[in-house]
């Protein structure tokens, strides 16, 4: 997944489009499905079971992604501005 989230936001318009890259972009297409197979295997082996935990541990997920692309988005304004 971070290849991906790479792919799509460092390298936009930047990047050679020649044969090796779109068999790389076309194989890192395939990650999400395979991340998510692997959550779903995750939560059946998973001591932490409960919902309260799966609940717990989406919150902190979401905010720490939600600070992460916030300090995305200040970066690149903070780019802007200089």
């Known amino acids: 997944m971070i290849m991906v989230h790479f792919f799509?936001?460092?390298t936009f318009g930047t990047l050679d489009y020649?044969?090796?890259n779109k068999y790389i972009f076309i194989l890192?297409?395939?990650s999400a499905p395979i991340f998510m197979f692997a959550?779903?295997?995750g939560m059946i082996y998973t001591r932490h079971d409960s919902s309260k935990e799966f609940i717990?541990?989406?919150i902190v997920l979401l905010t720490v992604g939600l600070?992460?692309?916030t300090m995305y988005f200040l970066s690149n304004i903070l780019q802007v501005f200089h």
Do not use: S
Request: some cysteine; glycine content about 16%.
């Open 39 to 41: 959550m779903g295997i």
């Open 8 to 10: 799509a936001f460092c």
């Open 28 to 30: 890192l297409q395939c």
């Open 18 to 20: 020649g044969y090796l």
């Open 56 to 58: 717990r541990r989406g």
């Open 67 to 69: 600070i992460i692309n």
